[in-house]
């Protein structure tokens, strides 16, 4: 059965979204939803709210509202972990050595800067979706399913 997530081409990456996003579809993902948009700081403060308190949480936000951003609903059987595993780690390096021809390996360029985002539970990708494309997408696609 599909299963879908959120997933964010960062704005590092949203310049080569389109090269981006061939890869994702090769990869067997459909797009079904997807939105450019420059995000606000408190936007991008409560979509990462969980990291509030952390080191890198300035600088992520920062980064995160540098540039447009594209964010994309990716539906695939095992889509949550599928995404993930075409990410690569978050670590652009450690994607680097671990995972070469991951979209961090080869879009990222450091630890802050790593190209991608992709919802890490079902709880999140609901959430993520719902910040994105408004009101309960997953849950809906859940029943009819
Ligand atoms: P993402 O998967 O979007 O989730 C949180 C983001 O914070 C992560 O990708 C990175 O962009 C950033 N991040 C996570 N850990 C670190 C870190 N140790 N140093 C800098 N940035 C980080």
Known sequence: ?????????????SGRAAEVIAEIEAAGFVVCAK???Q??????????AEHDGKEFFKGLVDFMTS???????????????EWRALMGPTATSKAKEEAPDSLRAKYGTDNTKNA?????????AAREAAFWFGGPVLAAEKTLA
């Open 1 to 13: 059965t599909n299963e879908r997530t959120l997933a964010m081409i960062k704005p590092c990456t």
């Open 35 to 37: 939105k450019e948009h």
């Open 39 to 48: 995000m606000s700081v408190p936007q991008a403060s409560e979509f990462y």
């Open 67 to 81: 540039g447009p951003v594209v964010a994309l609903l990716l539906e695939k059987p095992n889509a949550i972990k």
């Open 116 to 124: 991608t985002h992709g919802s890490d539970s079902f709880v999140s």
